[in-house]
């Protein structure tokens, strides 16, 4: 089995900063706004190399979202930074009619999503926003999974025509993707072979996912894990392919099950080859104050209860 | 001879007339892009002729020119929404004057539409509703074929029921319709062109109610600290909106000491129905812009102007004239330049 190696944690949302900070020099169409939270989306570096194209707009994140639309208009291509409860839920209707509708290309980039925020409880700890950003038609939508596929994650958006939402988080996690790695939007990675069980997560949790393949493997189930960074559009060939060869799958993510990339595969496997399916989410409830490591454990997002549903969806198989 | 000097009284007052015709031909705008096509700024006529006398007659059959079209788009606002028997004739008729002012006397900008709107004056319809008056004046002004206003929110048309981007229209930039969104776009619209060096304008245009969303006021606020003054933001104060009026749905104060308290410059048009009046302040307004201070133009407008039995009243905000009723309203809007 091939196996990964974390080179050293490290929080997605520097990846961010790194992206940012690279693209200041290389594109100099990017501009990027930020509603009060600079230090925490790690914008800082691009904010202070390129003071004229960095927007601080204060806590007014419709505003934000509005302005961003309108910078497009000129040819512009703002990156917004805030959480990603602020991101979305708090401004649905400003990115559904000005971004999204009107197809401007403003890259909505969110962090400190999921569980693993922390201390600060469910009011900031969004884990419907993949659902709130899949329905909204043309728009891309991405959930990277450690430092560096962030970073690669950063720099493609910005050669993407079209609305996005980039997703990623506030602890510091595995590094283990290739440094300066290729990023194809809707493009699966397949991280592992296997036979027995598919696993395919986003976001924290594929890290979580490679880690449940080692301990499955160790029992002798030969686990193919699956990185699915781009939620929308779903790389359906790389599933459906998987699933014929292992003939069950179990989807893992830091979101709540419904409206999110596991309710994207149950319906391209049921439109296209109905298979087992286990959820490894959130259950359909708010979030509370802890650690990340108490959070994950406590609602089940880790690479033990990945272990546990890759085993019960084996017994499944018809 | 007395036949002879009649007969050269006849010819004097056919050339006069001619040359009146001519003028009038030549100094109307349509749009003032197309006219700095067809007649240069070296044209000879403006050789040969004393320059006040011709500024005088240009002005004159200018404000001519925008009254004709001002009458003819109010025909398209009522039959429009007849046709469908749906849509806003209210807001729509109350900011005809504005609309065509703007778009035939005021904008620097090109029916042969381009999204990025590079060196062109830009105009935002925050509160989309009154897409009638906002489809027909950009059909006169050439963005597309009159005969268009026809589907308007029919199934498949490029004409929704508020206006959009997503059907290709031109001459529109963002969707508008839900509330309080427009004064931002325009603030980054305006920062754009800032960054790119472009000088020309930004225009939005908001209902009063529509001051109602807090959006609008995070977009006032960022505004004048960011010293967006290259944004020009009209407020059409009819004092009315879906449920009643202003006053008796949620009080608005004084809108002028509201705007001043965040920072921008307010300049008041009395009569928003008047199109003196609205280039008076608009060209106003202008002058104030590019002083680090946003620009405000509180328009005083009658709701349903040009259709008496529609005017000054909540009722007709969203609601179509049946068959008498666009019969009235057609008779107190002479046909001036062709019905689509």
């Known amino acids: ?318 | 001879m007395i036949l002879i000097l009649i007969l050269i009284l006849i010819l004097i007052l056919i050339l006069i007339l001619i040359l009146i015709l001519i003028l009038s031909k030549l100094f109307t705008k349509p749009c003032k892009s197309l006219i700095n096509q067809n007649l240069g700024k070296s044209h000879w006529l403006r050789n040969y002729l004393p320059l006040q006398l011709l500024t005088n007659f240009q002005e004159m059959a200018d404000i001519q020119h925008l009254k004709d079209l001002v009458s003819q788009v109010r025909r398209d606002i009522v039959r429009q929404v007849h046709a469908v028997n749906s849509g806003h004739p209210g807001g729509s008729l109350g900011c005809t004057e504005f609309i065509v002012a703007l778009y035939n006397e005021i904008m620097d900008h090109d029916p042969s539409f381009q999204m990025d709107g590079k060196n062109q004056d830009l105009f935002f319809l925050s509160n989309g509703h009154i897409s009638p008056v906002f489809y027909s004046v950009l059909a006169h002004a050439g963005y597309f074929p009159k005969e268009e206003l026809n589907t308007f929110r029919k199934l498949n048309s490029r004409l929704q029921g508020h206006p959009t981007t997503h059907e290709g229209l031109p001459g529109v930039r963002i969707a508008s319709g839900s509330l309080g969104q427009g004064m931002s776009v325009g603030i980054g619209a305006a920062l754009t062109k800032k960054l790119n060096g472009d000088d020309k304008t930004v225009f939005t245009l908001h209902g009063d109610g529509e001051l109602q969303e807090g959006q609008i006021w995070e977009a006032a606020m960022y505004a004048s600290a960011n010293h967006v003054d290259n944004l020009i933001a009209t407020i059409d104060v009819n004092g009315q909106q879906i449920d009643g009026s202003t006053d008796t749905v949620l009080t608005l104060g004084d809108l002028r000491k509201k705007f001043e308290a965040f920072g921008w410059n307010v300049v008041t048009v009395s009569k928003g129905n008047d199109m003196e009046s609205v280039i008076a302040g608009i060209k106003e307004a202008i002058s104030l812009s590019r002083k680090r201070t946003p620009i405000c133009i509180l328009l005083h407008t009658v709701m349903g102007h040009g259709v008496d039995f529609m005017m000054g009243s909540h009722e007709w905000h969203g609601i179509a004239p049946n068959d008498e009723q666009l019969a009235e309203a057609l008779k107190q809007n002479p046909e001036t330049l062709g019905d689509y």
């Open chain 1, 1 to 318: 089995m091939k196996t990964y190696t974390n080179t050293g944690n490290k929080d997605t949302r520097s990846g961010f900063g790194a992206g940012l900070e690279e693209l200041g020099n290389s594109n100099e169409n990017v501009v990027a706004l930020c509603a009060d939270l600079t230090g925490s989306l790690k914008m800082n570096a691009f904010a202070d190399a390129h003071p004229d194209r960095f927007f601080q707009v204060g806590i007014a994140e419709a505003n934000m979202m509005s302005i961003a639309a309108g910078m497009t208009i000129g040819g512009k291509i703002p990156f917004t930074g805030t959480f990603a409860n602020f991101s979305t839920g708090r401004v649905y209707d400003q990115i559904r009619q000005s971004i999204a509708y009107s197809d401007k290309n403003v890259k909505i980039c969110a962090s400190h999503s999921g569980l693993t925020l922390g201390e600060d409880g469910a009011t900031h700890q969004i884990l419907e926003d993949i659902g709130l950003m899949k329905m909204l038609p043309g728009m891309t939508v991405i959930n990277t999974c450690d430092f560096n596929q962030t970073k690669a994650a950063t720099l493609a958006i910005a050669d993407h025509h079209g609305p996005v939402y980039l997703r990623f988080g506030r602890p510091k996690v595995a590094n283990f993707t290739p440094e300066n790695g290729e990023f194809k939007i809707g493009k699966a990675v397949i991280l592992t072979e296997g036979t027995d069980v598919t696993i395919v997560a986003t976001g924290h949790l594929v890290w979580e996912a490679l880690e449940a393949a080692k301990a499955l493997n160790e029992k002798g189930i030969s686990a193919e894990v699956i990185n699915i960074h781009t939620i929308k559009p779903l790389d359906e060939e790389a599933i459906i392919n998987s699933v014929k060869k292992t003939g069950c799958i179990v989807t893992a993510e830091e979101h709540n099950y419904m409206g999110g990339l596991g309710e994207s595969v149950a319906r391209t496997l049921a439109q296209h080859t109905p298979t087992p399916q286990e959820f490894v989410a959130t259950q359909d409830t708010f979030g509370e104050s802890g650690t990340p490591e108490q959070l994950l454990e406590k609602y089940g997002l880790n690479a033990e209860n990945i272990t546990l549903k890759a085993e019960a969806v084996i017994k499944r198989k018809k």
